[in-house]
């Protein structure tokens, strides 16, 4: 099986910085689409930004100029590079990742990790 690990997350100032990462492990053979998610209470989880395997990257509007997406395609593992944080960027985030398991791409997610902004 595969398993996606979050850390990084934590409660900062508004204007502050934070660095996720999320480490894919397990039978992996590729990894096509990396993606960062986030949900808030009572609120359905959106796309925060997502990288392919070449490079090619996507970002929400909300975030665009203050996030930036990376990945270590030797470490399978995605970065997100958060800065000029916002209160409304609290949320759970989440990673994605796409991967070439036992012949066929499947869709895996982590278990979250916890941003909260302070105003």
């Known amino acids: 099986q595969v398993q996606l690990v979050e850390s990084g997350g934590g409660l900062v100032q508004a204007g502050g910085s934070l660095r996720l990462s999320c480490a894919a492990s397990?039978?992996?053979?590729?990894?096509?689409?990396m993606g960062w998610y986030r949900q808030a209470p009572g609120k359905q989880r959106e796309l925060v930004a997502a990288?392919?395997?070449?490079?090619?990257?996507n970002y929400a509007d909300s975030v665009k100029g203050r996030f930036t997406i990376s990945r270590d395609n030797a470490k399978n593992t995605v970065y997100l590079q958060m800065n000029s944080l916002k209160a409304e960027d609290t949320s759970v985030y989440y990673c994605?990742?796409?991967?070439?398991?036992?012949?066929?791409?499947?869709?895996?997610w982590g278990q979250g990790t916890q941003v909260t902004v302070s105003s």
């Open positions: 994605n990742a796409q991967v070439w398991v036992r012949g066929k791409w499947d869709n895996y």
């Open positions: 397990g039978s992996i053979f590729s990894i096509n689409y």
């Open positions: 990288i392919t395997s070449d490079g090619s990257t």
